[in-house]
């Protein structure tokens, strides 16, 4: 079945700086990755998604890449601020199949 | 509009009593799924619901198990529960089969 990592577990950035979270998935038949926001205390948030016939999605400070050759993507949030702080997840579906997340980022935006 | 409703909140329970959670999707949606969340660790999939279903199910015993009536409107139910159970249980809505998930703000649930 589906395998999703995440790197980094943790990650602390100045307010202001990029970050980048990156997720490689094992299944080559998974075609949708989305990724999600949870703030403490709520569910997680769908941020951004991409279909693997994109190479990549904007949305103003959020983008998304997605590698299919090399099977991974990656979440790019450029101007940090505080309230960016949360926990990040990707995740993965093949088609017919469940979504697969991976581990989570915890993402701290320090002013 | 509203989203994805879950109740209770939160919920303590004694090892091998039963638990129910329950869940009203987001308006428009028929499909609902299951996750369990341990800390720190990303959801899990439990079970799929599509046309009072089950469609698809993840590794979890037969102690788990699920129903979704008429109006899209789901339970999980949780036989003889252990302390491993203890867990955020979240349930995610969507329009048909293979769409984007939308969540719930789960339950909080904590066996001792």
């Known amino acids: 079945g589906e395998n999703v990592e995440q790197h980094p577990s943790t990650l602390s950035v100045q307010e202001g700086d990029s970050a980048v979270i990156k997720c490689t998935y094992s299944?080559?038949?998974?075609?949708?990755f989305p990724w999600y926001k949870q703030e403490l205390g709520k569910g997680p948030q769908l941020i951004i998604d991409?279909?693997?016939?994109?190479g990549e999605k904007k949305d103003q400070r959020i983008a998304v890449t997605l590698n299919k050759t090399a099977k991974h993507f990656s979440l790019h949030i450029t101007e940090t601020q505080p309230e960016d702080s949360a926990v990040y997840f990707c995740?993965?579906?093949?088609?017919?199949?469940?979504?697969?997340f991976g581990p989570g980022t915890r993402l701290s935006v320090l002013p | 509009d509203a989203g994805v409703t879950q109740s209770p909140t939160h919920l303590i329970k004694t090892r091998g009593q039963q638990v129910t959670l329950r869940c009203s999707p987001k308006s428009g949606h028929d499909t609902v799924s299951w996750y369990q969340q341990a800390l720190g660790q990303g959801p899990q999939f439990i079970f799929q619901?599509?046309?009072?279903?089950?469609?698809q199910r993840g590794n979890f015993p037969d102690r788990f198990s699920g129903h979704q009536y008429p109006n899209y409107s789901s339970e999980l139910n949780v036989n003889a529960l252990l302390l491993g159970d203890s867990a955020l249980y979240l349930c995610?809505?969507?329009?048909?089969?293979?769409?984007?998930?939308?969540f719930g703000n789960g339950t909080r649930l904590t066996v001792t």
């Open positions: 991409i279909r693997s016939n994109v």
């Open positions: 995740a993965a579906l093949a088609y017919g199949q469940n979504f697969v």
């Open positions: 619901y599509y046309e009072e279903e089950e469609r």
């Open positions: 995610a809505s969507s329009l048909r089969l293979n769409s984007p998930l939308h």
């Open positions: 299944d080559s038949a998974s075609n949708y």
